[in-house]
């Protein structure tokens, strides 16, 4: 079992700057492969943003791309989503994810930004 915790949501101007955190714990933390965040805005499906491996490659989603950037720390069971240059399209509830066999999710937190 994992269990995520985010934080850092909230309300930032359009070109501000956020940084999500997200704290892995339980029993199979270190089988975790893939860890990172989803989000999703309203009336719309959830979409990757960004993931990290357990070898440190990294996807992002085309349109955050340049802005924001992904980390892990794995001795604090931590990762990081640092939002850069943010735009009213960023805003959605944030969810950390994490894949073993099976995928693990926390219960997100709510990202706005006014224009």
């Known amino acids: 079992q994992v269990q995520l915790v985010e934080s850092g949501g909230g309300l930032v101007q359009a070109g501000g700057s956020l940084r999500l955190s997200c704290a892995a714990s339980?029993?199979?933390?270190?089988?975790?492969?893939?860890i990172g965040w989803y989000r999703q805005a309203p009336g719309k499906q959830r979409e990757l943003v960004a993931h990290i491996s357990i070898l440190n490659a990294t996807k992002y989603a085309d349109s955050v791309k340049g802005r924001f950037t992904i980390s892990r720390d794995d001795a604090k069971n931590m990762v990081y989503l640092q939002m850069n240059s943010l735009k009213p399209e960023d805003t959605a509830v944030y969810y950390c994810n994490a894949f073993t066999v099976v995928d693990y999710w926390g219960q997100g937190t709510r990202v706005t930004v006014s224009s």
């Open positions: 339980g029993s199979t933390t270190e089988n975790i492969n893939t």
